[in-house]
């Protein structure tokens, strides 16, 4: 092995060979296993939440294909509407194109070019994160299966009634000019306007009501007033009727519990056609619904002249300036308020009364609901069921229509009398509909949601709607790995078609991963600057070049400048080049059942240090094994083999617990604890003494054998955490043990052997640290020197003790660096000396001319005082008869035994100060 671990060269050498040798396609008998990945946007790049989620798909994956079974990871690429139509929309710009220009066809055509030259950059980074993803399975979502399928779908939901054509509000996207979802609508707190405006009563227009709106541009739109019913200031004016400003027409008075009587003045105008919550007000009410903007946000024709084709925002201007020309106005107050805006184009959107597409989702809903409650399908963690439920019994229909060039064109056709035809294509609607090829027809412009094909990801990639082995095979999968945030969007709408199309629920799992954060548990966007690339991470990236990233295309010099200080302040030398295995063992790390996950860069450099950790270990292993002829699995193990290779097993075990209960934070640290602490720190160290003795061959040979059988077992452990270290030593430790395999992940993952389970060797192996550590720290605290070797003199009470220190007495002086280890029988006869306590035994360094009186004196007064604390607790509770009363006997028995050895421990101690004091 190469003396440095170099993370680079490892990983481009094995990942392509891995793809190359096929090694991540579904093999052989075993039960089916299978994970839909969440197909990331074909222009999408990685980011730290694609790195964290798809780090712990693999991780499952590598998992069970090395358990034997016959693994599926389903990957693919979603095609995006809005995002992929505006990136090849900005590319036509740079050459004064637009779409309009070359039509319909040619621009579509533009994106699929686009899409072959430049549409694979994710799927070429997921790789560089050890992805072991079938590639050569690969969907999108617009290919023709998947197209297919979408088709199938439609056309089979509106027969039955489910998808039909309507009017209603939906988020419209003015500078997009589309219907866009809920998910892709975000909210900024920004500062703003209530305005009040007066009224007037039909009936008597010297009087008014007072309504305070942060839109006073809707109100040519309004279509009544409303107060709450419980509301005593308004009782007398429910069933009369107001003038609109500007307008005059006369609106009534309604009542509505919706309505809070402390938001303004108490009376709210109810504006149907631009406000989803006065939709709702006004279909309970059977209220008319009056439209007053153009899909550009612009005024229409519903508004008196004069407004007629203004801007929303400069009506708003003049309809207050006539508002205080009529009188009509009362005043304005600041107010903080969250504005919906595209996350695409960053316009605020508009709550839009149009044509479109919907889902009929309640029939759908209900089986869905049904399912997460009876446990077929199980959220993990549970609580995210919770989610789940308040958003299927909140139920509206689904506008899946999209008025774009680029998705699933809806396959439905018009005549010239408006109606409407749906099949596969135009020759299925005329045979299908019995139409004359004379009569004109026109497909429908729109697209569907990207969301409506993503919902049949499950099978449709599996080859529905055609019965194929793979879908019987691998439907439904077993686990579905997504964030919180697309529970209902993605999550609740693939269990519906799962169970209306494939009559099975998609998955039985649905585990929810939270939301990574910076290390200040900020949220990463551009804005702020605290965005980290999963690429740079694992490459390194210098100071210079991560700045110029950071402010790349930001328009606002002041916060250009803001982002290139703090990254200056936070990697003042850039990032350091830290290898995939890392990364991912971090992201493990983290894996907790938390809403938020703070990712610090500390970590990531933490568990590379872990991986040199192994590195290292392998080194000193191969070192020790390659001089010899291959080991052979002794007859007999020593006492510190069977000690490691029992740690090992509740390693094993614990390893298959964690990551079958989904806590890849704990299967991470169990394996670091086990790693770092048990075999680099003990097990390594106590292997020295036992290699170093020429004249015990067959201590040698079980210790040799054992270093190469757990370092099999560690990195076959790791491997679904961190492939390309772990392959690249278990290549060296399958030329010692035999083995077939040609590689680790088709190699078994380790199974706890219960003949090497070992309690006793576990105890003793303890006890042999508990007296390593007392005398390590005692060197530590009186600042003598690691080299230095000592004399240490032992009295205990226990006779027990005197025969395990003969017994490891070789490796107590090999690693404590003694000159001598006497068993003694009277403290009073011992040279001053510093004092520490292990296993009921008080151990004893003559303090000689290497110790300071003072110093040793306030360490034991320290330790005195530590022990009374521990003493006083272990007392109150035994003063305290409930405590006495209801615990188990054993528990206050042990509780006892603990009070007296402290009892005793403080007494060797008091002796000890004592007799510092008098050296």
Known sequence: MQKTYDPKTIESHWYPLWEKEGYFKPRGTGKPYCIPLPPPNVTGVLHMGHGFQQTLMDILIRYHRMMGDKVLWQGGTDHAGIATQMVVERNLLLENISRHEIGREAFVEKIWEWKKNSGDQITKQMRRLGLSIDWSRERFTLDQGLSDAVNTVFIKLHEEGLIYRGQRLVNWDPKLLTAVSDLEVEYTEEEGFLWYIHYPLAHDTTQHLTIATTRPETLLGDVALAVNPKDERYQSFIGHSVLVPISHRNIPIIADDFVDPAFGTGVVKITPAHDFNDYAIAQRHQLPLLNILTPQASLNENVPPAYQGLDRFVARKKIIEDLKKENLFAKEEKHRLKIPRGDRSHDIIEPYLTDQWFVKIAPLGEPALDVVKKGKIQFVPDNWSNTYFHWMENLQDWCISRQLWWGHRIPAWYDEKGNIYVGKNEKDVREKHHLPDSLLLNQDNDVLDTWFSSALWPFSTLGWPQKTDDLKTFYPSNVLITGFDIIFFWVARMIMFGLKFMDNIPFHHVYIHGLIRDAEGQKMSKTKGNVLDPLDIIDGIDLATLTAKRTQGL???????????????????????????????????????????????????????????????????????????????????????????????????????????????????????????????????????????????????????????????????????????????????????????????????????????????????????????????????????????????????????????????????????????????????????ITGLANGMTLFVPMSDFIDKIQEQQRLEKEISKLETELLRCQTKLSNPAYVEKAPVEIVKKEKERAQSLIDDLSKLRAQIESVKVA
């Open 555 to 833: 328009m606002q010099p002041a916060m250009a400048k803001r982002i290139e200080e703090q990254t200056k302040r936070h990697y003042p030398n850039g990032i350091p080049s830290l290898g995939t295995d890392a990364l991912r063992f971090t992201f493990c790390s983290l894996a907790s059942t938390t809403r938020d996950i703070n990712f610090d860069l500390a970590r990531v450099e933490g568990y590379r240090n872990f991986c040199n950790k192994l590195w290292n270990a392998a080194r000193f292993v191969f070192l020790n094994i390659e001089k010899f002829p291959a080991p052979q699995k002794p007859v007999q193990f020593n006492f510190v083999d069977r000690y490691i290779l029992a740690q090992l097993q509740q390693t094993i075990s614990a390893c298959h617990t964690f990551i079958n209960e989904y806590r890849f934070d704990l299967f991470a640290n169990t394996l670091y604890e086990f790693v770092w602490n048990e075999f680099c720190d003990w097990y390594l160290e106590f292997a020295k003494p036992i290699l170093t003795h020429e004249n015990e061959k067959q201590t040698h040979e079980a210790t040799r054998y054992t270093l190469v059988f757990v370092l099999d077992q560690i990195v076959r452990l790791l491997h679904p955490i961190m492939p390309f270290i772990t392959e690249e030593i278990w290549q060296k430790t399958k030329t010692y043990l035999p083995q077939t395999e040609t590689s680790i992940m088709l190699s078994a993952y380790p199974e706890v052997d219960s003949s090497l389970i070992d309690p006793s060797a576990i105890e003793n192996a303890n006890w042999l640290k508990e007296i390593i550590t007392s005398l390590r720290t005692l060197r530590s605290q009186s600042n003598i020197s690691p080299g230095k070797q000592i004399t240490v003199y032992v009295i205990s009470d226990k006779s027990e003790n005197k025969a395990r220190l003969e017994q490891f007495k070789p490796f107590i002086m090999t690693l404590a660096r003694l000159t001598d280890l006497i068993w003694h029988e009277d403290a009073h006869t011992l040279p001053a000396s």
